[in-house]
C-alpha cells in the first residue's frame, strides 16, 4: 500500500527565505506526482505535476523535483512571501490507465512571516 | 472562471438524515471525484466517475452513493448519515489525458453529522 509522508508538518520562516518542502512515497512505481496547495477553507490548487520520467518541473519561484528511485520529492520556494502561506500536499499517482487514484501526503502548513 | 463548483458550503445534519452533495464542473472535463479530507488523514478518494453514465468506488465508498447523469455534474449522496460522515467534501475533475492529469478541485462542503 502505497503511503505518502510529508516533512515537516508545519514551517515558520521569515519573508524573503529560501525553503524547501519534502515528500516521501513509500512504492516507487508512481505514474506521476502533484504538489498542491491550499489555502484555509478552500479547495486545492495544483502548483506542479511531474511525471515519473522528469526529474523537475519548475514554475515562477517554485520548483519541485523528484527522485522516484529512493521515493522522494521536494518543493523548493525561493524568496519566500507571506502570501506563499498555505498548506502544500503532495499527492503520487499509480501508474496504469485506470488507476486514478491519488495518494496524498498530510501536508505541510507553511507561515511566512512579514 | 467558475471551474469546480460545489453546493452547498455549509450543511448541518443529524444522524439518519439524508443529503446529497452537488458538484458542476464547466471544463468539459471527463473525469471526475470526490474526496474527503479529514484531520490526521489526509484527503481519501470516494468515489470517481471517467465519464457521463459511470461510476466507481474509491478508497473509502461505503455510506455514499455517486451519480453522473451529466457530463458536468456529479452528485454524492449520504443516504443515512452518521457523526463518522462528519468532513470536509471536495469534488475534483481532470482531463482524460494520461499525460497530463492535473485535478482542478471545488472550494468543498463542510458537513457536520451530529
Known amino acids: 500500500k502505497q503511503e505518502v509522508t510529508q516533512i515537516p508538518a508545519a514551517l515558520s520562516v521569515p519573508e524573503g527565505e529560501n525553503l524547501v518542502l519534502n515528500c516521501s512515497f513509500t512504492?516507487?512505481?508512481?505514474?506521476?506526482l502533484q504538489w498542491f496547495r491550499q489555502d484555509p477553507g478552500k479547495g486545492l490548487t495544483s502548483l506542479l505535476l511531474i511525471q515519473s520520467s522528469q526529474r523537475e518541473q519548475t514554475s515562477g519561484r517554485l520548483n519541485a523535483s523528484l527522485d522516484k528511485s529512493s521515493g522522494r520529492s521536494t518543493l523548493y520556494i525561493a524568496a519566500s512571501q507571506p502570501g506563499d502561506s498555505a498548506t502544500y500536499l503532495c499527492?503520487?499517482?499509480?501508474?496504469?490507465?485506470?488507476?486514478?487514484?491519488?495518494?496524498f501526503g498530510k501536508g505541510t502548513l507553511l507561515t511566512v512571516n512579514p | 472562471n467558475a471551474g469546480v463548483t460545489q453546493t452547498p458550503k455549509f450543511r448541518v445534519l443529524k444522524t439518519g438524515q439524508s443529503m446529497t452533495l452537488l458538484c458542476a464542473q464547466d471544463?468539459?472535463?471527463?473525469?471526475m471525484y470526490w474526496y474527503r479530507q479529514d484531520p490526521g488523514m489526509g484527503l481519501r478518494l470516494i468515489h470517481y466517475?471517467?465519464?457521463?453514465?459511470?461510476?466507481a468506488k474509491g478508497e473509502v465508498p461505503d455510506g455514499y452513493n455517486v451519480s453522473r447523469l451529466k457530463k458536468q455534474n456529479f452528485l454524492l449522496g449520504l443516504e443515512s448519515a452518521a457523526p463518522s460522515q462528519t468532513s470536509v467534501y471536495f469534488c475534483?475533475?481532470?482531463?482524460?489525458?494520461?499525460?497530463?492529469?492535473?485535478?482542478?478541485f471545488g472550494a468543498g462542503t463542510r458537513l457536520s453529522v451530529l
Open positions: 466517475s471517467v465519464g457521463e453514465g459511470t461510476t
Open positions: 475534483a475533475s481532470s482531463t482524460d489525458s494520461q499525460a497530463k492529469n492535473i485535478q482542478y
Open positions: 471544463m468539459n472535463h471527463e473525469y
Open positions: 512504492d516507487s512505481a508512481i505514474y506521476n
Open positions: 499527492a503520487v499517482r499509480r501508474p496504469g490507465g485506470s488507476n486514478y487514484k491519488l495518494t
